[in-house]
């Protein structure tokens, strides 16, 4: 069956992935995971097939091995693109794909890297320098590196590790390594200069390159502040600087601040002095005179507060729900390409919608589709803390939402693994490779909730992972803020210490060794 499989899609051009059952010299079993990709070429046919093992014990009962008591000794055989690719016969009137695969080796070590390595995930790259000399010589290529990476995490992602004077020091192979394997994530407790003043809660930030920005929050006695502050962390001794700009937009709490195209800030909604609010500012950061714009976007969506966003393509904010006024909870999902001369919210049609909710969280992997993870969520008559996981594919004609995890809910199924307790107010980091991180949060029944949760939402089978993860992770667990710097650490600010809230002490989560 396996095998037909694999003659299917040579013949239909497509991606094969399966499992096939061998058996070593001696005669025990062994399963061989393979990976077959279509290569193609200039005029967009397919010229190669690239193919990767995976070897691991196969847990099959197959009686006593014949001649197990007078085994062999079994010799090592060095692997050569000669011995590795040697062609086997299939038949008469049937293509020799061995004889054809292994013509991969005649062409240039630029047409390797450009048209076929670079297309390969860094799980396959690591398997395939172990093929052969060549290969291995040839993955040792920092360049090629460099586009696995931009391949398999995005162009954004790539020119922001490249800002990272550390990352660089470590180099792209290496960094492909730990940001896939996390082996390297450690938790470290910073002590910045300057401060946030007056002391705030419920703010938003975000990261501009290496950069960490802070807007508004809800100070003493619920009075809605409306000023930037800014934290560059390439700074040999880093500190807050509060940032003098015009046309400020209203003070507000509970809003959320986005960064499109490298330095352009949005911030939506939230509650002010007149209550709540769906208005949308921008802020060029990196301008001569940094000036709030306001964005009149027409058929906004209502006024909100303790909704999730996220940004597509450098050019569009997405909002889902969110408390509307008199406590109503919200599932509605918008877009808005602030980019736009006249920009207009569209509203994300969906036949079915995750029940309405507030505090969750909103991540954007894979390019344009996104998930939503947790919050308050309606149920029947009540609300109750989730941990179910929603996603969307904005790429779709007509996108709609699918349920990943949770019981209870249409098509739902609740994959492997120890996952995160019900929870809202946390935060979620989007990893390279479209995995989310869930930190933290408000939990029923505990003070803290400082476990780490990891999730893939790519995998066929997306499987809740807990990371054991080393160093100093902050006291409290909730009340924070959070967003990724230059794609090598997640910075988490905030969180309440019983008194106050504390900016001046940061939480760094170190994603590759040599940034610590």
């Known amino acids: 069956m396996v095998v037909s499989e694999i003659r299917k899609c040579i013949d239909n051009g497509t991606e094969f992935r399966g499992d096939l059952l061998n058996f070593r010299k001696d005669g025990s079993p062994l399963m061989n995971k393979l990976h077959l990709t279509p290569i193609y070429g200039d005029d967009e046919t397919i010229t190669h097939y690239m193919g990767i093992q995976f070897f691991t014990n196969a847990n099959v009962d197959l009686g006593p091995l014949p001649g197990s008591l007078t085994k062999e000794p079994v010799r090592s055989t060095r692997f050569t693109p ?160 509060h940032v003098n700009v015009s046309s400020a937009p209203p003070g507000r709490w509970g809003h959320t601040l986005s960064c499109l195209n490298g330095s352009l800030l949005v911030v939506f909604g939230g509650c002010g002095r007149q209550g709540l609010l769906n208005d949308v500012f921008t802020l060029d950061l990196d301008a001569k005179q940094p000036t709030w714009r306001e964005i009149p976007g027409v058929a906004p969506p209502v006024p909100r507060s303790w909704h999730s966003s996220c940004t597509l393509d450098g050019t569009k904010l997405v909002v889902s729900g969110g408390c509307a006024d008199s406590g109503v909870l919200l599932s509605d999902t918008y877009l808005l390409d ?52 929603f996603t969307m594919d904005l790429s779709e004609e007509e996108p709609c939402w699918r349920c990943l995890t949770g019981s209870g809910m249409p098509g739902a199924g609740n994959p492997a693994g120890a996952g ?26 505990l003070h803290s909730a400082s476990q780490l949760y990891l999730l893939d939402p790519t995998e066929e089978k997306p499987t809740w992972r807990i990371l054991n993860v080393p160093g100093r992770p902050p006291r409290f667990a909730w009340g924070h803020s959070t967003c990724v710097v230059g794609g090598t650490k997640a910075i988490v600010l905030g969180g309440q210490t019983g008194e106050e809230w504390m900016l001046t002490e940061i939480h760094e989560l170190s994603l590759a060794s040599s940034t610590v």
């Open 82 to 241: 000669d011995n590795f690719f040697r062609p086997i016969s299939t038949g008469p009137g049937q293509s020799n794909f061995c004889r054809e695969y292994s013509s991969l080796f005649q062409l240039t070590d630029e047409v390797l890297c450009q048209s076929i390595l670079s297309r390969l995930s860094p799980r396959d790259i690591a398997s395939v320098s172990s093929v052969c000399r060549r290969l291995y010589l040839l993955t040792r290529n920092e360049d090629l590196w460099r586009m696995v990476c931009q391949n398999a995490w995005g162009s954004e992602t790539t020119r922001a590790l490249e800002t990272v004077p550390a990352a660089k020091r470590l180099g792209w192979g290496r960094l492909a390594r730990e940001l896939t394997t996390l082996e390297a994530v450690a938790w470290r407790k910073l002590t910045v200069g300057g401060a946030v003043e007056p002391s705030r809660c419920n703010f938003s930030a975000c990261a501009v390159g290496n950069r960490v920005v802070l807007f508004g929050g809800e100070g003493v006695n619920m009075q809605p502040m409306n000023d930037t502050f800014v934290l560059d962390l390439n700074a040999s001794n880093p500190e807050w600087r």
């Open 338 to 389: 602030v980019t736009m001369d006249k920009p207009v919210w569209r509203e994300v049609p969906a036949s079915w919608t995750p029940p309405s909710r507030l505090g969750h969280s909103m991540s954007v992997y894979g390019g344009r589709k996104i998930l939503m993870f947790g919050g308050l969520a309606k149920s029947g008559p009540l609300r109750l803390r989730s941990s179910d996981v």
């Open 420 to 445: 995160p307790p019900p929870r809202l107010d946390h935060v979620a980091v989007s990893l390279p490779g479209g995995r989310v991180l869930i930190f933290g949060g408000s939990v029923a029944g």
